[in-house]
């Protein structure tokens, strides 16, 4: 039997193919056809969806909070924000108050009509994609869709000193009873097959900024499980956690654990590199 070897030139021919728009099964068709046994074929195919990145490549400037007097608070342009707690590695920081009663609720209100059960992002195209690791529902809103979309990401901008204009739309999510995110990583893989298409509005993701629209009765935590830390999800609290490259070693594994009883509402807010565009 002709045995291949999964080579770095392979691997960067089945990503052009992905991001021609040409389908697995097509690129499957077309490596058998030009001798590729099927088992090289799909455990290729299987790698390049998953990401070939083994050294952790060299760190980037990420969102960094003005943090380095151990201040208890951060007062922005509106609002003054407790710093309930910082770790370093992971970079994490769990703000108290970064949003009222009245703005969460406001968030759920606008975002209730318009959820739908939520996408992973899919790295063999770059789209999405539904997961049974995310079983949660939510809507996105376009960067500054209105009054209260700007002032949120104004504040978030101010907490994290990072420029407004490389936010992603706010999403919102709602966790019902045995909703959750497992484990994943927030970073695009720059290797897998869709990583153009992911990267092309903005550059890398380089932080998120997670804040709880209410507070659960049990469950809904927010966890690193390589750190061992878990967020509490009480209303108008926010997580707010960086990635200087994209590689497990920055500890920055995270997921929404079950939600037990009740909901849990929250809103995201990734940050990019560059300028995101819509």
């Not at 088992?39 to 969806?49: E, F, K």
């Not at 910082?86 to 970079?91: A, E, I, V």
């Not at 049974?132 to 907490?159: H, K, Q, V, W, Y």
Request: net charge negative; hydrophobic share 40%; aromatic share 8%.
């Amino acid at each position: 039997m002709l045995t291949q070897q999964i080579t770095p030139d392979i691997l960067k021919w089945i990503c052009a193919q992905a991001q021609n728009g040409h389908k697995p099964d097509a690129v499957l068709q077309a490596m058998r056809a030009s001798g590729w046994n099927d088992i090289a074929a799909r455990s290729a195919i299987d790698l390049s969806q998953r990401g070939s990145l083994t050294e952790p490549p060299p760190p980037i400037a990420v969102p960094e909070p003005a943090l380095a007097e151990s201040p208890t608070a951060i007062r922005t342009s509106d609002r003054e924000v407790a710093v309930l707690s910082s770790m370093q590695l992971p970079r994490v920081v769990v703000f108290g108050g970064a949003l009222s009663d009245a703005e969460c609720d406001a968030l759920i209100e606008l975002a209730r009509t318009k959820l739908k059960r939520s996408h992973t992002v899919d790295n063999w195209s770059g789209g999405d994609a539904l997961s049974d690791a995310r079983t949660s529902e939510g809507m996105f809103f376009t960067p500054g869709e209105n009054e209260l979309l700007e002032r949120i990401e104004t504040r978030i901008a101010e907490l994290v000193q990072w420029p407004r204009e490389r936010g992603e739309g706010m999403q919102v999510l709602r966790y019902g009873v045995g909703a959750e995110y497992r484990p994943h990583h927030d970073y695009f893989d720059p290797t897998v097959a869709g990583a153009a298409s992911m990267l092309k509005r903005g550059g890398p993701r380089v932080g998120t900024v997670l804040m709880y629209l209410n507070t659960p009765i049990k469950g809904g935590a927010t966890t690193f499980p390589d750190a061992g830390f878990q967020v509490s999800a009480i209303k108008g609290n926010a997580v707010f956690f960086s990635y200087d490259r994209p590689h497990p070693v920055t500890l920055s594994l995270h997921g929404g654990a079950p939600v037990i009883e009740a909901e849990k509402w929250v809103a995201t807010k990734w940050l990019r590199a560059g300028v995101f565009t819509v």
